[in-house]
């Protein structure tokens, strides 16, 4: 499932139009209509309801919805969980007489970790 069409789905959602969801995510009105059309085929329901004042869920779309945010907010923590300076530094000392662990225990007393799990 790509996830521009879930994080369009969403703005459309949200907005309640497709025009105020692309306005929102920066691409044509009818960008949206082709992205939520391929959604909506992949899934094999109707998602969205058009209306005059535009686009209302439908019972699958309000179904989907909660499913769609978590997909979402999942992405962005696998992200997050391989940027610069998220992860914990791991050194490896085997010699314990070395200059090396020497340096190394006087950095653990001057920044003892936060938890068990980061050393």
């Not at 139009?17 to 960008?31: D, V």
């Not at 992949?42 to 969205?48: I, S």
């Not at 535009?54 to 940027?83: K, M, N, W, Y």
């Amino acid at each position: 499932m790509d996830l521009d069409t879930v994080r369009t789905f969403v703005a459309a959602a949200d907005a309640g139009q497709f025009q105020e969801a692309a306005a929102e995510l920066a691409i044509t009105q009818q960008a949206v209509s082709k992205r939520i059309a391929v959604l909506e085929r992949n899934l094999g329901v109707r998602l969205f309801t058009r209306t005059a004042r535009g686009a209302e869920l439908t019972i699958d779309g309000q179904a989907f919805l909660p499913h769609a945010r978590e997909l979402l907010r999942v992405a962005e923590r696998a992200v997050a969980s391989v940027r610069a300076g998220s992860r914990p530094l791991r050194v490896d000392v085997i010699a314990s007489r070395s200059a090396a662990s020497g340096l190394m225990r006087g950095f653990h007393r001057a920044y003892p970790p936060r938890s068990s799990s980061t050393w």
